[in-house]
């Protein structure tokens, strides 16, 4: 079974990337979504959160306060590796709990982070880097985000920067001004070279 990772910066097309490598008979585990169940009300990252940054960070609900997180996260560092060092161990037990259920000849691990996280890459067969221009990732995520300039630009800026994603990468998928049908021709050539 190959063990494909799959990054890039917000904004790129992963998820949709990743939807079509399922399509094409992938097993896809998603970091977001473990991460998002960890710090869910009752989520495992919760007390742990609270303990380290405060209850005004926990909604009244009981789950992570995002807004108010990523406004502490991007404009301050230190604080963004706290936090990290609290959700990342569950988000990695929980992805790799998740593959070790899988069955097929490709397991896809969408990590955005994947590039900045130095646990994943030796777990890993080969890197699929879903590359655009910064200057569409920042239309896309305040389109999509509803964000403004500052704020997207502050998530870019704080991830790693595209060339590092891209000497990283062993397959690279270039979606900028690309058509579905477009993108699903580059992703069937990129699925055939995992093994799909």
Not at 3 to 12: E, M, N, W
Not at 36 to 42: I, L, N
Not at 121 to 137: F, Y
């Amino acid at each position: 079974m190959t063990r494909l990772g799959l990054t890039g910066g917000i904004a790129s097309g992963k998820s949709t990337v990743a939807r079509m490598l399922a399509a094409h008979g992938a097993t896809v585990i998603d970091a977001d979504a473990i991460s998002r169940s960890v710090t869910a009300a009752g989520g495992a990252a919760i007390e742990a959160i609270r303990a380290a940054f405060g209850p005004t960070f926990i909604t009244p609900q009981g789950e992570l306060d995002r807004a108010r997180m990523r406004e502490l996260a991007f404009s301050d560092p230190a604080a963004r590796e706290r936090l990290q060092a609290i959700v990342h161990p569950l988000v990695q037990a929980g992805m790799l709990e998740a593959a070790a259920a899988a069955q097929g000849p490709c397991t896809v691990f969408e990590i955005p982070l994947l590039v900045e996280s130095r646990h994943w890459r030796q777990g890993l067969d080969r890197i699929l880097v879903v590359d655009c221009s910064e200057a569409t990732q920042l239309q896309r995520v305040m389109e999509r985000n509803q964000w403004t300039r500052e704020v997207a630009q502050a998530v870019i800026d704080a991830q790693a920067p595209r060339l590092t994603r891209l000497q990283a990468a062993d397959i690279v998928v270039f979606n900028d001004g690309l058509t579905l049908q477009a993108l699903e021709g580059e992703v069937a050539q990129a699925a055939h070279l995992v093994g799909l």
